[in-house]
């Protein structure tokens, strides 16, 4: 097999080859929900709480049907619909389960939360509807930080959860820390709040939901990560069987983690779909994006760590507090980040003694579901400052002192009981360094006091099986996926996934692997995600898992797809099966060779020529699962950026990326996921906060106060590859898809500190105000 885009080896994996769905993408043929048109399609609109924490006295909706174009609206307690429900399996005083109601009835705890829903011949009818909506409050006392939520008398956002916390974990405790903290030379201590971020898929959510009468079938079509999740939900809500749902995703643009959880309003809409036998869409405006979808990141950490005279560190004691908004979510549970926090904070370093608390806190906010990272570009950040600190007080170098303590012997232990398999932490480190001097960049700190340098290692743990989540004690407990292949008559294959793709590219990636496996081109493999009814079971994407899990169950099953074609070729042929291989497109044996098309023809249409025991047609079906601590991709970041003394503006000038997630299978996307999630960093580290007042009414309602980075804020990035194959995944890939996310603010923030070296002032929150760089610049103008 040779192609033009071929490696010269002739493999495909570790080919930077077109990305196959662009042409679609591209040209305006993708098909994307808010495209799927219906014979008398409905349009559905919320009406949404305007009160952050109240007691709904009366819902009147009496107005809104009697509105020109409007066809129903239904309150809570007209549809009587089944809560959803997260669980972890931990005790009481642990895990506070809450129900999140699909429509809120005798509360609502967040502005935004919906109320009753709508639906109209067209959405502007819909939107007329909303208006003439009657809803009495009583209003209750908000709770709007995690510092109100946890002061004594605090309101209650749920009742059933005391001081408002979900979740209070504390994983680790070593023997014997606080003696290590009192016999230490040098002590830190990093006091870091987070802001609260939307993930900002380009499509927002959306369905389009209709009853199949001819296959008793409620059909959904909806943007989401996790279609068989969605699928039980709505199951149990509308009080259908699982096998009467089915859920359909078309196109997506984007999802970064926001599209992982189960939300409310599809559910709702499905459940009108099935009430009226009319088919209803919903697709969600930018307002409400911005407002009353799910929000991620606010974290606030208090952590002191302990170094020996040669900076070495020694322990490390940390406090985890996350506002995870009104309600838990579907299914990770509102203990999604303290829980990530708290088991992986030692990341890339050696800690040999470790203490953590980690907490959700509940508040009247919109609620929280995972953002691309999930914690990491918070406790990286955390962990980041300890070294900068660190450094500073002991007189030393910031890199040296992460050379001195960064895991260099794999398989490493870690005091969080993870086993950490082998990468290029130290390589990293040391290529990004020199990158930066190589450029001339440190030459330009030396002067200029106005520019900075700042770096960030870490790792990214990937490809979490199920015996990392059922760590976590989920009561829904992901991890493996499922392959199912097939070979046509004309020797084409069409491949399955239980992973889903939102951009990332699922469908060359994975027609790669198994192109490489059969021997075909990478085009005559058709890679089929995103449909409850032909897939056999998936838990959708997240957590960097779609190569390392559902990329090695598609390489599985097309492997098992390999040796049933040699068998039957080897049969037909009267030669040994061992003495046959894949080919280009068929099995040889010597000189002699069989096309696919022609085991294939065999396979279907003359099954009387198969070997005994050898049913017809040419399936496989494989699963993979990851037992262990799954495989941890690691990078550094480096970044220089220049202050404005004028304005406290900060420009970056140049951004390095070193990264390894084992072996690419496509450089070129791997590339453009780490200069996306760098970007999302970047957002994060010094534009994007959703903000809400002292009543809990939200502050960025639109792209005028939610700060979106433009292209003009956001670097050319200089990406290099290193390379630590993993031993057990498909290929030695890692997961790649949220380590730029969660290197960039630690190192945007410890290159402003750097910038800011002269004056005397450490700034340790992100986003970065601009109003203290601007201070701390002024005021040191002023002293000089």
Same mark, same amino acid.
């Given at each position: 097999?040779?192609?033009?885009?071929?490696?010269?080896?002739?493999?495909?994996?570790?080919?930077?080859?077109?990305?196959?769905?662009?042409?679609?993408?591209?040209?305006?043929?993708?098909?994307?929900? @808010? #495209?799927?048109?219906?014979?008398?399609?409905?349009?559905?609109?919320?009406?949404?709480?305007?009160?952050?924490?109240?007691?709904?006295? $009366?819902?009147?909706?009496?107005?809104?049907?009697?509105?020109?174009?409007?066809?129903?609206?239904?309150?809570?307690?007209?549809?009587?619909?089944?809560?959803?429900? +997260? %669980?972890? /399996?931990?005790?009481?005083?642990?895990?506070?389960?809450?129900?999140?109601?699909?429509?809120?009835?005798?509360?609502?705890?967040? &502005?935004?939360?919906?109320?009753?829903?709508?639906?109209?011949?067209?959405?502007?009818?819909?939107?007329?509807?909303?208006?003439?909506?009657?809803?009495?409050?009583?209003?209750?006392?908000?709770?709007?930080?995690?510092?109100?939520?946890?002061?004594?008398?605090?309101?209650?956002?749920?009742?059933?959860?005391?001081?408002?916390?979900?979740?209070?974990?504390?994983?680790?405790?070593?023997?014997?820390?606080?003696?290590?903290?009192?016999?230490?030379?040098?002590?830190?201590?990093?006091?870091?709040?987070?802001?609260?971020?939307?993930?900002?898929?380009?499509?927002?959510?959306?369905?389009?939901?209709?009853?199949?009468?001819?296959?008793?079938? %409620?059909?959904?079509?909806?943007?989401?990560?996790?279609?068989?999740?969605?699928?039980?939900?709505?199951?149990?809500?509308?009080?259908?069987?699982?096998?009467?749902?089915?859920? !359909?995703?078309?196109?997506?643009?984007?999802?970064?983690?926001?599209?992982?959880?189960?939300?409310?309003?599809?559910?709702?809409?499905?459940?009108?779909?099935?009430?009226?036998?009319?088919?209803?869409?919903?697709?969600?405006?930018?307002?409400?994006?911005?407002?009353?979808?799910?929000?991620?990141?606010?974290?606030?950490?208090?952590?002191?760590?302990?170094?020996?005279?040669?900076?070495?560190?020694?322990?490390?004691?940390?406090?985890?507090?996350? @506002?995870?908004?009104?309600?838990?979510?579907?299914?990770?549970?509102?203990?999604?980040?303290?829980?990530?926090?708290?088991?992986?904070?030692?990341?890339?370093?050696?800690?040999?003694?470790?203490?953590?608390?980690?907490?959700?806190?509940?508040?009247?906010?919109?609620?929280?579901?995972?953002?691309?990272?999930?914690?990491?570009?918070?406790?990286?950040?955390?962990?980041?400052?300890?070294?900068?600190?660190?450094?500073?007080?002991?007189?030393?170098?910031?890199?040296?002192?992460?050379?001195?303590?960064?895991?260099?012997?794999?398989?490493?232990?870690?005091?969080?009981?993870?086993?950490?398999?082998?990468?290029?932490?130290?390589?990293?480190?040391?290529?990004?360094?020199?990158?930066?001097?190589?450029?001339?960049?440190?030459?330009?700190?030396?002067?200029?006091?106005?520019?900075?340098?700042?770096?960030?290692?870490?790792?990214?743990? =990937?490809?979490?099986?199920?015996?990392?989540?059922?760590?976590?004690?989920? +009561?829904?407990?992901?991890?493996?996926?499922?392959?199912?292949?097939?070979?046509?008559? /004309?020797?084409?294959?069409?491949?399955?996934?239980?992973?889903?793709?939102?951009?990332?590219?699922?469908?060359?990636?994975?027609?790669?692997?198994?192109?490489?496996?059969?021997?075909?081109?990478?085009?005559?493999?058709?890679?089929?995600?995103?449909?409850? @009814?032909?897939?056999?079971?998936?838990?959708? $994407?997240?957590?960097?898992?779609?190569?390392?899990?559902?990329?090695?169950?598609?390489?599985? $099953?097309?492997?098992?797809?390999?040796?049933?074609?040699?068998?039957?070729?080897?049969?037909? *042929?009267?030669?040994? &099966?061992?003495?046959?291989?894949?080919?280009?497109?068929?099995?040889?044996?010597? #000189?002699?060779?069989?096309?696919?098309?022609?085991?294939?023809?065999?396979?279907?249409?003359?099954?009387?020529?198969?070997?005994?025991?050898?049913?017809?047609? *040419?399936?496989?079906?494989?699963?993979?699962?990851?037992?262990?601590?799954?495989?941890?991709?690691?990078?550094?970041?480096?970044?220089?950026?220049?202050?404005?003394?004028?304005?406290?503006?900060?420009?970056?000038?140049?951004?390095?990326?070193?990264?390894?997630?084992?072996?690419?299978?496509?450089?070129?996307?791997?590339?453009?996921?780490?200069?996306?999630?760098?970007?999302?960093?970047?957002?994060?580290?010094?534009?994007?906060?959703?903000?809400?007042?002292?009543?809990?009414?939200?502050?960025?309602?639109?792209?005028?106060?939610?700060?979106?980075?433009?292209?003009?804020?956001?670097?050319?990035?200089? !990406?290099?590859?290193?390379?630590?194959?993993?031993?057990?995944?498909?290929?030695?890939?890692?997961?790649?898809?949220?380590?730029?996310?969660?290197?960039?603010?630690?190192?945007?923030?410890?290159?402003?500190?750097?910038?800011?070296? =002269?004056?005397?002032?450490?700034? @340790?929150?992100?986003?970065?105000?601009?109003?203290? !760089?601007?201070?701390?610049?002024?005021?040191? *103008?002023?002293?000089?």
């Amino acid at each position: 097999m040779s192609g033009p885009h071929l490696r010269r080896d002739g493999a495909w994996v570790g080919a930077s080859v077109p990305r196959r769905e662009d042409p679609r993408l591209l040209t305006g043929r993708g098909r994307f929900v @808010d #495209d799927i048109r219906l014979p008398g399609m409905l349009h559905a609109a919320f009406v949404r709480s305007t009160e952050a924490h109240a007691r709904i006295l $009366s819902v009147d909706l009496d107005g809104v049907r009697t509105t020109p174009g409007v066809v129903a609206a239904y309150a809570a307690a007209d549809l009587d619909l089944h809560d959803i429900v +997260a %669980l972890l /399996d931990r005790p009481a005083h642990e895990f506070v389960p809450t129900a999140m109601p699909v429509l809120a009835r005798d509360k609502v705890r967040f &502005v935004g939360e919906p109320v009753a829903i709508v639906v109209a011949r067209d959405p502007y009818a819909a939107e007329d509807g909303l208006e003439a909506a009657a809803v009495e409050y009583a209003p209750l006392p908000p709770v709007v930080s995690d510092t109100a939520a946890l002061a004594d008398g605090a309101a209650l956002v749920h009742e059933e959860a005391p001081r408002n916390t979900l979740v209070d974990v504390s994983l680790f405790a070593t023997e014997g820390i606080d003696a290590v903290f009192d016999a230490a030379h040098t002590v830190v201590e990093v006091r870091t709040r987070t802001g609260r971020q939307n993930a900002l898929p380009l499509e927002t959510r959306g369905a389009v939901a209709e009853w199949d009468d001819r296959d008793e079938q %409620l059909r959904v079509h909806t943007c989401t990560q996790v279609p068989h999740q969605v699928r039980t939900v709505l199951a149990r809500s509308v009080g259908l069987l699982e096998k009467q749902v089915r859920v !359909i995703v078309p196109d997506m643009g984007g999802g970064f983690g926001q599209k992982c959880v189960v939300g409310r309003e599809e559910i709702a809409a499905a459940a009108v779909a099935l009430r009226l036998r009319t088919p209803v869409k919903w697709i969600e405006d930018r307002h409400d994006a911005l407002t009353a979808s799910f929000l991620a990141r606010e974290q606030h950490y208090t952590v002191r760590a302990a170094f020996d005279a040669g900076g070495t560190i020694q322990a490390l004691d940390a406090d985890v507090v996350c @506002d995870m908004g009104a309600y838990s979510c579907y299914p990770f549970t509102a203990g999604i980040e303290p829980l990530m926090a708290s088991a992986e904070m030692p990341g890339v370093y050696r800690v040999p003694s470790y203490r953590v608390r980690g907490r959700a806190v509940t508040t009247n906010k919109a609620p929280t579901a995972p953002y691309r990272g999930v914690s990491r570009p918070q406790y990286v950040m955390v962990m980041e400052r300890v070294m900068e600190k660190a450094a500073r007080a002991l007189g030393m170098d910031a890199v040296e002192l992460r050379r001195r303590n960064v895991i260099t012997d794999f398989p490493y232990r870690g005091v969080n009981g993870i086993t950490y398999d082998p990468g290029s932490y130290r390589e990293s480190l040391d290529l990004c360094e020199q990158v930066l001097r190589d450029e001339g960049w440190f030459d330009r700190r030396d002067a200029d006091a106005t520019v900075g340098i700042g770096f960030a290692c870490f790792s990214e743990r =990937t490809g979490y099986g199920s015996g990392a989540f059922a760590q976590r004690k989920m +009561a829904v407990v992901p991890g493996f996926d499922v392959s199912e292949i097939r070979m046509d008559l /004309d020797g084409t294959v069409s491949v399955t996934s239980g992973t889903l793709s939102h951009g990332q590219g699922h469908e060359t990636t994975m027609a790669q692997l198994v192109a490489d496996r059969l021997g075909i081109g990478y085009d005559q493999v058709k890679v089929v995600q995103g449909d409850t @009814d032909r897939i056999l079971y998936g838990w959708g $994407s997240f957590a960097s898992r779609s190569i390392t899990i559902g990329g090695s169950a598609v390489a599985a $099953s097309a492997e098992q797809l390999g040796t049933q074609l040699r068998e039957i070729a080897a049969h037909l *042929l009267e030669v040994d &099966v061992e003495s046959t291989e894949l080919d280009g497109g068929g099995v040889r044996a010597g #000189d002699r060779r069989l096309s696919f098309a022609e085991i294939a023809d065999v396979a279907y249409l003359k099954a009387h020529l198969l070997p005994k025991g050898v049913g017809p047609g *040419l399936t496989a079906t494989a699963s993979f699962d990851v037992g262990g601590d799954g495989t941890f991709s690691n990078a550094t970041h480096g970044v220089v950026v220049e202050l404005d003394p004028g304005t406290g503006g900060v420009q970056i000038l140049r951004y390095v990326c070193v990264e390894d997630c084992g072996v690419a299978i496509n450089p070129k996307i791997v590339e453009g996921q780490a200069r996306g999630g760098i970007a999302q960093g970047i957002a994060g580290a010094l534009f994007e906060e959703v903000r809400y007042d002292d009543a809990g009414q939200p502050l960025a309602p639109s792209f005028m106060e939610y700060k979106v980075p433009t292209a003009a804020e956001i670097p050319d990035v200089r !990406i290099e590859h290193l390379e630590t194959p993993c031993a057990f995944t498909a290929n030695g890939a890692k997961g790649a898809g949220e380590g730029g996310t969660i290197g960039a603010p630690a190192a945007v923030l410890n290159a402003v500190n750097d910038a800011l070296r =002269t004056t005397g002032v450490e700034l @340790d929150d992100t986003p970065i105000p601009r109003e203290a !760089i601007y201070r701390a610049l002024e005021s040191a *103008l002023e002293a000089r």
